[in-house]
């Protein structure tokens, strides 16, 4: 027997695999489609070992599928059961694709990877197609260079289903920064369905209990998840330890996906700096960065959202593996003049220039004196486009018949 609801289900899959820069994305958009319709609800599929560590308003949940890491070598493997890869992804699909049976989104949005990791989201898709459900990939700004790009979504045959199954392509930025797909043979078809929406504005949690680690202005230090983010930690110790405080304190924010042993002799390093501080993880990094007067990180989406949403000036140290992807953005947005950038090093790292660099940092311009308007807008645009799209299939949906 067919039911009817009043009430809108957006289903987002986010795989997760490395880093915490999905995840947050995804939580981001979530949360503004609550706030901007009262009778949303929006569940989050993630692979993601810290999701629970997150808050998420009312009318957001998540389903955590089981866990895969992405190795360096670019190797899939689970995270934590004894199982092999072939059967954890297998328990992947399984569950997302139960889950979008029973939930019944009146829009499915997928984070990044078209297909899902190794295809996982694919037969999800074709069912959420069949039904008329509208099905929508989400880019980031930069995705890597098109020499990668290109052989990576020919590999996995990425296009047929841009072309036939997806009804949008939203990226997460401005064509000023990227065009994602540049360089790439993308049909007619597909180029029509693309969207730019802008960065996705970010704003500080009232609910928090804020960390004071000084009585005066810090320099926030981040690495993101933490799992490539060794050498920038070491340079920026290096400086407290070689000259002594660049004017201001260091927060330093490892990340929780750091190894434990790097962790562990970064912590004692800090421990014997009168201004240095470190920590592993806060769920509200946006709070801290509103407090810091400047901001050092590596260049990853939210990050570079964050340095934007609160108007701080920023040192980005790209990283170059396994992705361009930082280095990319970090030099366009360094051209357009919203951030200074330095290389990442290869080899010894040049101390004295990252002390200058730290004294520099907190009378550096602000993103906001070269931001073009609408920049920051992403979050309006989703909800914009969203709303056409959920409308569009009518606000009483059948369910079960």
Request: with cysteine.
């Amino acid at each position: 027997m067919a039911m009817s609801r009043d009430h809108t289900r957006v289903l987002i899959y986010s795989h997760d695999t490395f880093g915490l820069g999905h995840l947050r994305r995804c939580r981001a958009i979530a949360h503004h489609l609550v706030e901007s319709r009262p009778n949303a609800s929006v569940l989050i599929l993630s692979g993601s070992p810290i999701i629970g560590s997150f808050d998420f308003r009312s009318r957001v949940d998540f389903v955590r599928i089981p866990g895969i890491i992405k190795l360096r070598n670019g190797d899939y493997v689970p995270l934590n059961l004894h199982i092999n890869t072939d059967d954890t992804l297998a328990m992947r699909a399984s569950i997302i694709e139960h889950t979008a049976d029973i939930f019944d989104p009146d829009l499915f949005l997928v984070d990044k990877e078209p297909l899902g990791l190794r295809g996982e989201v694919r037969s999800t898709l074709e069912m959420l197609h069949a039904r008329g459900t509208p099905t929508v990939l989400g880019l980031r700004d930069v995705m890597d260079e098109p020499a990668s790009l290109a052989p990576e979504w020919e590999r996995k045959n990425v296009m047929p289903a841009l072309e036939q199954i997806y009804d949008q392509i939203w990226v997460y930025g401005t064509r000023d920064i990227c065009d994602p797909l540049h360089g790439l043979a993308i049909p007619r078809k597909v180029r029509q369905k693309i969207n730019y929406t802008g960065y996705l504005r970010r704003s500080i949690t009232t609910a928090w209990n804020p960390i004071d680690p000084f009585d005066r202005p810090f320099i926030l230090v981040t690495t993101g998840g933490g799992g490539d983010g060794e050498v920038l930690v070491d340079w920026v110790l290096r400086v407290y330890e070689d000259h002594g405080s660049p004017g201001h304190p260091a927060l330093i924010v490892t990340g929780p996906f750091m190894q434990s042993e790097l962790q562990a002799d970064f912590a004692q390093r800090a421990a014997d700096l009168p201004d240095v501080e470190l920590i592993t993880f806060d769920a509200h990094l946006e709070n801290l960065m509103d407090r810091a007067v400047g901001v050092v990180a590596m260049g990853g989406y939210n990050t570079f959202c964050e340095i934007l949403s609160f108007d701080k000036p920023a040192l980005l140290v790209p990283r170059v593996e396994p992705r361009l992807e930082q280095m990319i953005r970090a030099s366009r947005a360094e051209e357009l003049g919203l951030v200074r950038m330095l290389p990442m090093p290869s080899g010894d790292p040049d101390v004295p220039r990252m002390a200058q660099a730290l004294a520099d940092l907190p009378s550096a311009a602000r993103p906001s004196d070269a931001m073009p308007p609408q920049f920051l807008d992403g979050l309006h645009a989703i909800d914009r486009l969203a709303a056409g799209l959920i409308d569009q299939v009518g606000p009483v949906r059948a369910v079960g018949t």
